[in-house]
């Protein structure tokens, strides 16, 4: 048995099976690269779901968190922590919130909660949120979240939340009144496939929802952090400035770290006793973070996002088979001409690739932002091959007409 079929057959009698058998065992990584259990070495273009901001075993997240477990790695939230006020400080910064608030955590399912939980405190119930939305699985956030196969095994879920057509100014404008207490959007929506609304979509957003009361509250967990070029994806939109942000995902680096950040009055709704948690805004967590984000800042990797996005963009655009490209900086989708996505994922996986599929016919791209010029070149001239086996592995497992 080689090491990787060992270890997923010890994963299947000992792991719950919530995600379905595990494709890879990973052992190491460094940079954009991971290595398998057998050795094999892959370009990381998933990033651990725009979670490794940094790429692997990067070298100021191991230094400030060893050295933060070495001085005070657990305190409990009787007590404050340099790092947690550090990293709270830091968030308004690079928002630009002076009279914001933040309530740190270990998740993106936990900052909304956070963030559900503080719109209830408005007096006001009712959520608008949109069709393809991902806010996470805990039982809050997944009432936010619209795909009826995550919802409906588990329903009934905390209620009053409407549902409405992505980038349609029109049915947001219909659906929100003074009795909603916000409106929650990705500024991108992820798990849709990198769906990017058009350029007057949030700015309506923001004006509908102050007309009527309502909180705009952007779910960054996955845009936000350099992800999209910019610190969070909505800064790509000129006066866009919604009241509450959700982020987690590239935040901690591969740590995990959640943060609800709100300003003006959205920033006092959470009063003593209303929230709680215990690991949330931990030293070893909150010093990870701030390593992130100071070494985006250093080593210029909003701009690297940028830049190896534009790349990447290109060269989809450019391979025959690839129909559409979305999204912005170094998250990316790319529909396919037929519903081979899945098929391209094990093509790639055995070219050296790591890739993923949000749809039959979608690819997500969503790599660490220190992927080099080189990794996307290899990719390129990988590209081709890739999807001409996945079309022929797709072709004969269809019954043809
Ligand atoms: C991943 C994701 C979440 C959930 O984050 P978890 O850390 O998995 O709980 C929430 N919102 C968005 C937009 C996400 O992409």
Do not use: C
Request: hydrophobic share 45%; charged share 20%; no cysteine.
């Amino acid at each position: 048995m080689t090491g990787q079929s060992e270890l997923q057959h010890r994963y299947a009698d000992a792991v719950m099976n919530t995600f379905g058998p595990p494709a890879l065992a990973l052992v190491r990584g460094k940079g954009a690269r991971v290595w398998d259990a057998d050795g094999k070495e892959y370009v990381d273009l998933l990033g651990g779901i725009a979670v490794n901001a940094l790429g692997h075993a990067h070298p100021a997240l191991v230094d400030a968190v060893t050295t933060q477990l070495a001085t005070l790695g657990h305190v409990s939230n009787f007590f404050a922590t340099e790092p947690q006020v550090a990293l709270a400080e830091r968030l308004l910064g690079l928002l630009g919130w002076s009279d914001g608030r933040v309530f740190l955590s270990n998740s993106g399912a936990e900052a909304n909660e956070a963030a559900l939980k503080l719109t209830r405190r408005t007096g006001r119930t009712r959520v608008v949120a949109a069709q393809g939305s991902f806010h996470g699985r805990t039982m809050g956030a997944l009432s936010l979240t619209s795909k009826a196969a995550y919802r409906e095994p588990f329903e009934p879920l905390p209620g009053e939340v409407t549902f409405v057509p992505y980038d349609d100014v029109a049915a947001l404008a219909a659906a929100v009144d003074d009795t909603v207490a916000a409106v929650v959007l990705e500024p991108i929506q992820g798990e849709a496939g990198v769906v990017v609304p058009s350029s007057g979509y949030l700015p309506a957003a923001q004006d509908i929802a102050r007309d009527n009361g309502a909180l705009l509250w952007l779910d960054e967990v996955q845009t936000g952090i350099g992800r999209t070029g910019t610190w969070f994806a909505h800064q790509l939109l000129d006066g866009v400035d919604p009241d509450v942000v959700t982020l987690a995902k590239g935040l901690g680096g591969g740590i995990p770290v959640g943060a609800t950040v709100a300003r003006g009055t959205a920033a006092t709704l959470l009063q003593p006793g209303n929230h709680g948690t215990t690991f949330g805004g931990n030293p070893v967590a909150s010093a990870a973070a701030l390593a992130v984000l100071s070494t985006l800042d250093a080593d210029g990797l909003l701009e690297a996002a940028t830049e190896r996005g534009e790349q990447l963009a290109d060269l989809l655009a450019q391979q025959a088979g690839v129909v559409e490209v979305t999204g912005a900086g170094l998250m990316r989708g790319a529909e396919l001409d037929g519903p081979y996505a899945a098929e391209a994922v094990v093509a790639a996986r055995e070219a050296g690739f790591i890739l993923n599929a949000t749809g039959p016919t979608r690819l997500r791209f969503v790599p660490p932002l220190v992927l080099t010029r080189d990794d996307l070149d290899a990719f390129a001239a990988a590209l081709p091959a890739i999807l001409d086996t996945a079309r022929a592995a797709a072709g004969s497992t269809r019954e043809t007409p």
